[in-house]
Nanobody
Framework: QVQLVESGGGAEQAGGYLRLSCAMA????????MGWVRQAPGKAREGVAS????????NYADSVKGRFTIAQDKTKNTLFLQMNSLKPEDSGMYYC????????????????????WGLGTQVTVSS
């Protein structure tokens, strides 16, 4: 059974940075679509960034372009999200998600694409 475990969330001030990690167990990165999805209270889930683990090609939501970077470490089966220049509107629960053995589209993967989910890690950005 494939499991995703997120870590690295926390509280930060606007302008600061956080780095999220997502460790995958039960599957080896191999041409999957993986991504980060966030959900603020009272709002729908939003695809933030996604990456094709086969090619390493990333895609980002317009709201985070230039500030967030998605990356992978294939040797550790781990996905990362480096979040810089944080804004209060970046606050929410961040989920790591995967659609195994499927390529990502040319745009940030929508939440409904993913079939495997982690439990999430909370990010809170204060002004």
């Amino acid at each position: 059974q494939v499991q995703l475990v997120e870590s690295g969330g926390g509280a930060e001030q606007a302008g600061g940075y956080l780095r999220l990690s997502c460790a995958m167990a039960g599957h080896t990165f191999s041409g999957d679509c993986m991504g980060w999805v966030r959900q603020a209270p009272g709002k729908a889930r939003e695809g933030v960034a996604s990456i094709n683990t086969g090619t390493g090609s990333p895609n980002y939501a317009d709201s985070v372009k230039g500030r967030f970077t998605i990356a992978q470490d294939k040797t550790k089966n781990t996905l990362f999200l480096q979040m810089n220049s944080l804004k209060p509107e970046d606050s929410g629960m961040y989920y790591c998600a995967a659609d195994l053995l499927k390529s990502c589209s040319s745009r940030v993967a929508p939440p409904e694409m993913f079939t495997v989910w982690g439990l999430g890690t909370q990010v809170t950005v204060s002004s």
